[in-house]
């Protein structure tokens, strides 16, 4: 629960190492554990009973064995994790705009000044022939 916030620390305040990283994930976290980890677990729980749900659908075509092994069972599970996968990356999003917002009072401009710092930190000018471009520098 303590390292939730990881990545959003470093895509939207631009820390440089992995320790500030983790402080800072650590910091936002400490008094909202029980909150996150609630969150957290409603989502796996409605994942697991759309799976079950799902399943029992899936199995009383094939039966139970068949199921587990077949194309509609791996294709049952890729559905599930590409659906799952990018709404779990915006609960964590949420948790860490409203963590943000009730313990430092985060608005839209701080965050917006956050977020163009970092933009200016992560690009570069490179000079071409044709033009000018911005293109953003892998870091």
Not at 14 to 21: F, G, M, Y
Not at 86 to 95: I, M, N, R
Not at 125 to 138: A, V
């Given at each position: ?72 069972g ?32 985060l ?33």
């Amino acid at each position: 629960v303590v390292t939730i916030f990881v990545q959003p620390v470093v895509v939207i305040e631009n820390k440089k190492s992995v320790w500030e990283c983790f402080s800072r994930s650590y910091k936002l976290t400490h008094a909202r554990q029980c909150y996150i980890f609630c969150s957290l677990v409603a989502f796996i729980l409605v994942q697991t009973i759309e799976m079950q749900i799902m399943h029992q659908m899936l199995a009383l075509e094939a039966g139970l064995l068949p199921f587990l092994t077949s194309l509609s069972g791996a294709i049952f599970l890729a559905v599930n994790r590409v659906v799952f996968g990018p709404l779990l990356s915006v609960l964590v999003a949420v948790l860490y705009a409203s963590v943000r917002v009730s313990k430092e009072g985060l608005n839209l401009e701080v965050l917006t000044e956050e977020l163009a710092r970092a933009d200016n930190t992560t690009t570069t000018t490179i000079n071409g022939d044709d033009d000018d471009l911005e293109r953003p520098l892998l870091v």
